[in-house]
Structures are given as structure tokens and as C-alpha cells.
């Protein structure tokens, strides 16, 4: 696999909201748009005859202080569903890692590390709260993705024959 470059992967990713912040090196971050509470039932079987997913309730943010311009979530030590402002377009031979932002680690959130591929509409996270509380911001950065292009190894190359001349060269006689 090959990292593509934070400014490649950005022409994969719609819905960014400052590219000047959000496209780095090698990574993109990814910001909450909506929080879901997630409903405390969901059934998963062998046959997938039965499966039904947790259902969804949306969090609603409010304004911490009058003068904030954005509001924040409140998050009690649960999970949530976050849905995120941007979406993904791959192509076939690419492959997208999402990974939680240092920040959201060092706040006593995260999520599991995936890979995903094609398209991705809206990108979802299951974040869990391990603090007492977890504030979020509207739009905060909470994951990057990483693009990478997946090489076929399985592929030889090989030499085309060297094509001989008609004549063969004279050899010199040694004395």
C-alpha cells in the first residue's frame, strides 16, 4: 500500500469545512456534524435473519455561555453515534484508515480504528465516552483518515527479450 498525501486524499473527501485546518501531511481530520444517543437494543444473529441495528437518538447541543457561536454536546460516559460533515469517495484500488484525533484520546473518548472503502455517506463513529463527561464542540475534529492506494504485488514483471542482432559480432583473435 501507498500513503497518499494529506492534500491527495482531500480531493476524495467532500464536506470539508476549512481545508487550511483540516488537510495535513498525510491526514485529513474529519469533524462532528450530529451526536446520536444510541438506543440500548440491537440484535445480531448468524443468519442475519434477525438482525436488527441500535436505533438512534439525537443529541441535542446547546450553547454553554450566550456568547459562544457554535454549541456544544454534553456526552455522559456512554456511547454515541457521531455522523461527521464529510463523506468519502474512493476508488477501487483505495483504501481509507479512520483513526481517532489525539485530542478526543487525550479527552477520554475514542473510537475503534477502521478501514473502509467506495463511498461513504455520511461517515459514522461509534465514539465512547470513558470520562465522567465529555464536552464537544460543533464541527471539533475528533478522527483523521489516511488514504492509501493498494499496490497488486501479485502482478511479475518481466523483461521483454533482447532482440539479438542479425549478424553475429566478430571476436577478435587474442594473441
Known sequence: MQLLSGKDAATHIAGIIHPKYQVHGFSVHLTVRKIYAVDPVGKLDFGGGEYVPAGREEVV????????????????????FIECNETLSLAPDQIALIEPEDQLLRAGGWHVPLFVRGHVDPVELLL????????????????????????????????????????????????
Do not use: C
Open 128 to 175: 465512547t465516552v470513558g470520562v465522567l463527561q465529555l464536552r464537544v464542540k460543533e464541527n471539533a475534529r475528533l478522527a483523521r483518515v489516511r488514504l492509501f492506494r493498494i499496490i497488486d504485488h501479485t502482478v511479475k514483471f518481466t523483461r521483454a527479450p533482447r532482440k539479438r542482432s542479425a549478424t553475429k559480432p566478430s571476436r577478435s583473435k587474442r594473441k
Open 61 to 80: 447541543p446547546r450553547r454553554l455561555r450566550p456568547e459562544d457561536n457554535y454549541l456544544w454536546w454534553e456526552l455522559d460516559r456512554e456511547s454515541y
